[in-house]
């Protein structure tokens, strides 16, 4: 199976880099609204003047601008978006280049009889410094959280425990709207986000000094939806699906005057049934012992997530926008755990059985206020904004462990409180200069702490005892600020930027008990710069450099751990420094009349690079930690592209290679790791007649070496389709994630003392339908040219 999805994969991208007809018409200009604000997504449409048949159809930018092309002959456009009246556009030229300038459409009443147009928006656009994924088109992507989300992004992977890696790497910076987030803190945060609520994710991997330096791999920024369409529009929906997965979504706008009011709710419950096998075997000098362990979890979580918020246009020169946000789980898990205990000759001795209850509660407040000033020169801006936010987190488990061994049952319970609260402050400042130039500059303060109170017991002799040990609260503090300034600028197809950005971080930590701070003060620089090379429009190179850090998170410098498993724990390390990654990359954009192909090759150089580096404990536990044990070099070509194979058919596909060198030294040993793994997701949408949509994809990670072992390939197929309904006001839809059951990931662990094989599969195979009811928007698919002219103002 392996073998055939390589080579079906390898056969989708190769009409990417087939030579298309170049067209000889080539249309472009740019859409605004009646404020002069860029209309993005407006819908543009080309028809040949002799007979009005329809030739092509494009969205508009997100600053209004778009390109068409076609063969030489006589046209008109029409352009339209709803809310705003719709232009027919003459077309003068027969041939060349034809710029139709600005084109303003003015608002207008919205009528539930009015009839407009868009075009289906790309899966993935292409740009030369991000690549941009509309979550929408992507059909697997109904009723998913935002980590099932990430996961269908070429180049992201999501391992078992809900961690997000980028282009190999788990050093990734994940932001909401460009900050960060408590809807994205962590895994658990990220599973709880819907889709719902989520309408676009950038994808950054060499980020400027403009954005934040954390994050060794680049940048994921998900763009939460935020609509400015004029009057009262949003949609609902609905959806059930199996293992039980049950949830309600609704979002709503609505702009009047001075004011945008939008808001978002979505409630859920998922469970999460998985399993797991680990078999692990333990010998030196002092003991040898082998076991078998069998690993189930039944998960069931509600979930609650809802914003509200505004913009306020005072005039035309000043907005301030208001946004509040919550989230609130509840959820019982149980988890179970049979240990088959084995002599160094696989002698059975005895079995133990381990069974967990959790109980967890959470809630989340986030709120900001920002405000932006534009100036009589054009371009001139000025953004203020103050965001913060509070998580509170509490879990509770209860254990119980019989043996074969013994008669007595053994009671444990351990209590976790973790509280997280941050301030941003943020300004950015943006001066143009000559024609195409600009400056920016920045600062930013941000206030984070931690506090995590964690409490262990065990019953001894018909009494609760609390080791000391296990019974402590830990604060983390980490204080960032930062500032910068960049300046860009254009020499006729020559553009270049460069930058700078300085970051003072303290972070502090301590355990309570031992009252003494662990204090780490750093200042660094970070430098950026970029050159581009438009060749022509279908061509464009870019060179660009960046400077990143990797700064350890408290769960990282934890010295607590969870007692689920108790024979294999993972523990944080207060004293961890963090990583500095500089990272080179060159890329190619070739456009052709049908698809797009980025291409880029890369480079990081990784220092202080943390590893979590496995050990026997003088207690029979096996701990893993991490450590700043090694440097890294790291080596990759990345491609992404789409073509459109036919009128209804398109293909999207990205694939990463790459090759990483680890070395440093571990318990006075040299080791040094070379490993060559790529990624591929792939995905073909077939659009059919009756207003049906198909999508099938597929998913491969190659396998991976570590400094202790490797990880197995790991790969699956989705599927998703969707019908227009109700005179496409609605959408009924049914995905099946992981068809054929396989994504199950695989790890070896091997060394001098441990040898172990594990699986872990999170979530089985399940089946969504979902329902979406659209009020007072435009429908999805095309119409009749006469229904166009019909809302011409």
Known sequence: MKSLYTIVSLMCISPMVSLAQSASLHITGKVFDETKAPASYADIRLYRSA?????????????????????????????????????IVPISKQTGEVDLGSVYLKATAVGLKEVTVTADQNQMSLKIDKRVFNVASDLNNQGANATEVLQNIPSITVDAEGNVSLRGSQNVRILIDGKLS???????????????????????????ARYDAQGESGIINIILKKNQKAGFNGSVT????YYPDHGVGINANYRTGKFNFFGSYTLSRREHPGTSYTDQRVQNADTGFAYHQDYRHERKKWGNNGSFGFDYMINDKNTLSVTASVRSGLGNNVYYRTYENYDLNNTLLSTDQRDETAREMEDLFEGSIAYTRKFNKPGMEWKTEVKGFRDQDYERSNYTETSTRYSETELEYSKAYVTEQNLLIQSDLTIPFAKDGKVELGGRSQNRYFLNEFRFGEMNAGNWETPQAFNDNFDYVEKVHAGYVMASNTFGKLGMQAGIRGEYSDVRTRQQSQSQWNKKEYMNWFPSAAISYQYSKQKTFQLSYSRRINRPGQWDLMPFMKFGDNR????????????????????FMQNWEKGSLLSSVYYRKTTDKIERMASYGSDGIIYRIPLNVADRNAYGLELNGNYTLSSWARVTSGFNFFKEVVFGTYQNEHFEVNNFSWTNRTSFNFTLPQRWRIQVSGNYEAPKVNPQGRSLAVYFADFGMT?????????????VNDVFNTRKWRSITETAEIYSESMFQWRPRSIRLVFNYRFNQQPKDHSKMDDMMDGEA
């Not at 609905?238 to 699906?241: F, H, I, K, S, Y």
């Not at 294999?568 to 060159?586: H, I, K, Q, S």
């Not at 019908?723 to 995905?735: E, P, Q, V, W």
């Open 182 to 208: 408590g809807f994205a803190s962590s895994a658990d945060a990220l599973q709880q986000l819907q889709s719902d609520m989520i309408d676009k994710i950038e994808v950054i991997t060499n980020a400027s």
């Open 51 to 87: 007979d009005s048949s329809f030739v092509s159809g494009v969205p508009s930018a997100e600053d209004g601008s778009f390109e068409m092309k076609a063969e030489n002959g006589k046209y008109y456009a029409t352009v339209s978006l709803f809310g705003l009246s719709s232009k």
């Open 568 to 587: 294999e724990m993972r523990v944080g390390n207060p004293n961890l420094n963090p990583e500095y990654t500089d990272a080179l990359e060159f890329s």
């Open 723 to 735: 019908k227009d309904i109700l005179r496409s006001k609605a959408t009924i839809g049914l995905n």
């Open 238 to 241: 609905l959806r059930t699906g």
